[in-house]
């Protein structure tokens, strides 16, 4: 009772200093030739109340607005450079260093300057797999991940930027090799990037406001589901890594000088002068550079349509990236 008291003469002080306001302010309406009723001092009061509420909103909704802006902003440019680094690797020979330089550039810029702008904002311990100080509420969880998920992806485009410089005036043999290369880089970020979610759901899960048994649980699972696939997600980059130290064409073999004459001189595709002839199974003879580039879109032979090539790991090697975004 004795804690409740002050409570009460507080209401009561209020109250009258309510009542007291909205006298003055009838003596005033009255004075003033306007008939200010008690309901319009109501309505008024509800009113400025109301805006109060909508102001609140508008500010919760804004800064939630902003991320989800940000959010969009990221993914989009994303899915452009994954466009503009799609038509590079297209351009083999063509590409002009000034271009690639430029464009790793301004993806590096991007970069860190997304980063800079966030550097207060639990960003940057998830990237080497620390939880975030603070437990994250769940929309501000999905937020870092998404950033974080996609500005990886921007950051490998520009390591990839790199290989295409290096390979510019790649082909054939050298060529293949820049496909298996940015094939190898795409596994190494899957793998990076099926770790990142972890840290910070690692925190969320881990919150004891569910219960402490509820939110082990949770954890648990969450942790079993994740080992398996980034178990798979190393043995993809393996098989990625082991491809790119396999030196024979696995597709065929060197033709001999007699199976080139049988053939005839010319290559089906390029209608040139044989250069290094590689045999298929099908026993159609091509240059092993031409019959490379195919290989690099095609798993049939570009004559006779015979399945040549066996389906292995997915390739990256046209330099485009997955789009899927990696949120659990
Ligand atoms: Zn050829
Ligand atoms: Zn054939």
């Given at each position: 009772?004795?804690?409740?008291?002050?409570m009460?003469?507080?209401?009561?002080?209020?109250v009258?200093?309510w009542?007291?306001?909205?006298?003055?302010?009838?003596?005033?309406?009255?004075?003033?030739?306007?008939q200010l009723?008690?309901d319009m001092?109501f309505s008024k009061?509800?009113?400025g109340?109301?805006?109060?509420?909508?102001?609140l909103c508008?500010?919760?909704?804004?800064?939630?607005?902003r991320?989800?802006?940000?959010t969009?902003?990221i993914a989009?440019v994303?899915?452009?450079?994954?466009d503009?680094?799609?038509?590079q690797?297209?351009?083999k020979g063509e590409?002009?260093i000034?271009?690639?330089?430029g464009?790793?550039?301004?993806?590096?810029?991007?970069?860190?300057?997304?980063?800079?702008?966030?550097?207060?904002d639990?960003?940057?311990?998830?990237?080497?797999m620390l939880?975030?100080?603070?437990?994250?509420?769940?929309?501000?969880?999905i937020?870092?991940i998404?950033?974080?998920?996609t500005?990886?992806r921007?950051a490998?485009?520009i390591?990839?930027?790199?290989?295409?410089?290096?390979?510019?005036?790649s082909?054939?043999?050298n060529?293949?090799?820049q496909?298996q290369m940015?094939?190898?880089?795409?596994?190494l970020m899957?793998l990076?990037?099926?770790l990142?979610?972890?840290?910070?759901?690692y925190r969320f899960?881990?919150n004891?406001?569910?219960g402490?048994l509820?939110s082990?649980l949770?954890t648990g699972?969450?942790?079993?589901?994740?080992?398996?696939?980034?178990?798979?997600?190393?043995?993809?980059?393996?098989?990625a890594?082991?491809a790119?130290?396999?030196?024979e064409?696995h597709?065929?073999a060197?033709?001999?000088?007699?199976?080139?004459?049988?053939a005839g001189?010319?290559?089906a595709?390029?209608q040139e002068?044989?250069h290094?002839p590689?045999i298929?199974?099908?026993?159609?003879?091509?240059?092993?550079?031409?019959?490379?580039?195919?290989?690099?879109?095609?798993?049939?032979?570009?004559?006779?349509?015979a399945?040549?090539?066996s389906?292995d790991l997915r390739s990256?090697?046209?330099?485009?990236?997955?789009?899927?975004?990696?949120?659990f």
């Amino acid at each position: 009772m004795e804690e409740e008291m002050p409570m009460v003469v507080l209401v009561v002080i209020r109250v009258r200093v309510w009542v007291g306001m909205g006298k003055l302010l009838m003596g005033l309406g009255v004075m003033g030739g306007i008939q200010l009723t008690r309901d319009m001092i109501f309505s008024k009061l509800l009113g400025g109340l109301s805006k109060c509420f909508l102001f609140l909103c508008f500010y919760w909704l804004s800064s939630f607005a902003r991320g989800f802006f940000v959010t969009i902003w990221i993914a989009v440019v994303m899915f452009k450079s994954n466009d503009i680094l799609r038509k590079q690797t297209a351009l083999k020979g063509e590409r002009k260093i000034s271009m690639l330089v430029g464009i790793s550039l301004a993806f590096t810029i991007h970069v860190v300057g997304v980063y800079w702008w966030y550097q207060n904002d639990d960003l940057l311990y998830p990237l080497i797999m620390l939880p975030p100080k603070s437990i994250p509420p769940f929309w501000h969880a999905i937020f870092i991940i998404m950033v974080n998920d996609t500005l990886v992806r921007q950051a490998a485009m520009i390591l990839k930027c790199i290989l295409l410089i290096y390979y510019k005036n790649s082909r054939g043999r050298n060529y293949r090799k820049q496909g298996q290369m940015l094939t190898l880089v795409e596994y190494l970020m899957l793998l990076y990037r099926a770790l990142l979610p972890t840290p910070v759901w690692y925190r969320f899960f881990l919150n004891k406001e569910y219960g402490s048994l509820f939110s082990s649980l949770m954890t648990g699972l969450y942790l079993t589901f994740k080992l398996t696939s980034v178990v798979e997600k190393v043995q993809s980059f393996f098989a990625a890594l082991k491809a790119l130290s396999r030196k024979e064409v696995h597709y065929g073999a060197y033709a001999t000088s007699e199976q080139v004459n049988a053939a005839g001189d010319l290559c089906a595709i390029c209608q040139e002068k044989m250069h290094t002839p590689i045999i298929l199974r099908c026993k159609h003879i091509f240059c092993e550079d031409c019959v490379s580039e195919w290989f690099e879109r095609e798993r049939t032979c570009p004559l006779c349509r015979a399945l040549v090539k066996s389906a292995d790991l997915r390739s990256f090697s046209d330099g485009t990236t997955s789009l899927l975004f990696q949120i659990f």
